[in-house]
Each structure stands twice: as structure tokens, then as C-alpha cells.
């Protein structure tokens, strides 16, 4: 599937975020088959007010044979903030990691941007992804960010940092491209392994229910719209359950 669908916001984004979804999309063209993945109508794309300035949410998804959602979403407050969120859910056969990624410009600065390959196994990262990732996560960069109170459930190559200048911009862009790469080569080469389905089911379950504790997500959801939108809208489009 041919991704011809560009954002109405990107080109107004920070240019870090813009280049990101554009790696994004390419790395999942390149190396996977997409095809659509719908939301709820009203849920692809949002627009609100938050505190006084206007609030555009746009959602972008695909499914493929090994993932049951990629999910893109892009948002902007105003001229002052602008969000990159993307999370690809594995199909609860396939016993894979959950490749996670954010990026948070505020007035022109990324304020914090993170990237992991989250194990949904006890037993951590599978062999065939940690030799890749020998030597990567937040180290070498100037000023690597505390990771929340829920964040035992990231690998050790998670990378939670605020990179402070064009070259670790750079850099974090092409960390993001080499963990995504991975994955989706990873992804295609992982034969189904339904025998697993409880333990996987387990893990994603346990990601996405740590994932809904983010307090700031759901705060500046429930002022731009309400409590029981920000529920719905966290637990269908952000972190939604794997069913049974």
C-alpha cells in the first residue's frame, strides 16, 4: 500500500516532528504491508480549544499481517506546541516488542523526545534485537530526561532525552530510523507464535495499562475537551486493549 496521505498540520510543525513522520511512514512503506486501519469517525481527526488556543489532533493508521495497528498521530496547540506520538501494536500472535516514539516542541523547542523497543516478555528484549542495540539508549547525549513512575516498562535502550542542538536532533532521528528499521525487519522474519498468545496478550496488556497512567496527556485532554472524552480517546486511540 502506497501512503499518499500528508498531515494538514505537519508542514506547520516543528521541522524535527515533520521529518520524523516522514521517516515514519517511509520505514513502514519500505518494509511492511500496510493496509487501512479505522478509527471511530470521530476520532481521526479532533479540533478543540485549550485555553484559549486552537487544539488539532490528526490520526493516521494501517494494519499489517504482524501488527494489528501503527498508529501516527500528530497534534498542535497554537503556534507553541507541537506533539508527535506513534506506537505500533503487535498482533497478539507474534510474540514482538512494542516499538514506541515521542516528541514534544514547545515554542520552538524539543522540550523531550523518546524512543524504546518495550519487551512484552518477562524474559526482556529477544537476542535478535538487544545485539542491534548494543550500545544504544540515552548515553552520549548532553541532557538524557528522568523517565515517569511507570517507566519500568521500557527496555534498557530506551531513549528519553532533550536533545539540545541540531546534531543530536540528528541523532535521535536516526536512533528512531535504526530501532523502527529493526522491527519492522524483525517483524516480517517472526514466524506466529500462537502458543504464546496468553503470555503476549499479558504484556501488552500491562504497556498500555502503564501507558494510560500518563498524567499529562490525560490533563490537557480533559481541559481541551472533557474527562469521559479523554477516557474514551486514551483507552480506544492511544492505548487500546488487545481483545481476547
Known sequence: MSITVKS????????????????????????????????????????SRLEG?????????????????????????????DILHCVMFPRPDYA?????????????????????LSPTSPDGLPVSYTRELAGMGASGYSNPRQLPEWGHIFSDYCCFVKPIDADEQQRFLNQVRHYLTLH???????????????????????????????DKTRRILEKAFDSDWAERYMTTVLFDLPEE
Open 53 to 81: 488556543e486552537r487544539l488539532v489532533i490528526e490520526n493516521v493508521c494501517y494494519q499489517t499481517p504482524e501488527f494489528r495497528k501503527l498508529h501516527l498521530e500528530l497534534a498542535q496547540v497554537g503556534p507553541n506546541l
Open 184 to 214: 519492522c525487519k524483525q517483524a516480517v522474519a517472526a514466524p506466529p507464535t500462537p502458543h504464546r498468545r496468553a503470555e503476549i496478550l499479558a504484556g501488552q496488556r500491562n504497556y498500555c495499562t502503564q501507558q494510560q497512567q500518563n
Open 96 to 116: 514482538l516488542p512494542m516499538f514506541g516514539c515521542d516528541i514534544v516542541s514547545g515554542r520552538g523547542q524539543i522540550s523531550a523526545a523518546v524512543v524504546d
Open 8 to 47: 494538514s498540520i505537519r508542514q506547520h510543525q516543528h521541522s524535527v516532528i515533520c521529518e520524523l513522520a516522514d521517516i515514519i511512514e517511509a520505514t513502514w512503506q519500505r518494509y511492511l504491508a500496510l493496509s487501512p486501519y479505522h478509527l471511530p469517525n470521530d476520532l481521526g481527526y479532533v479540533e
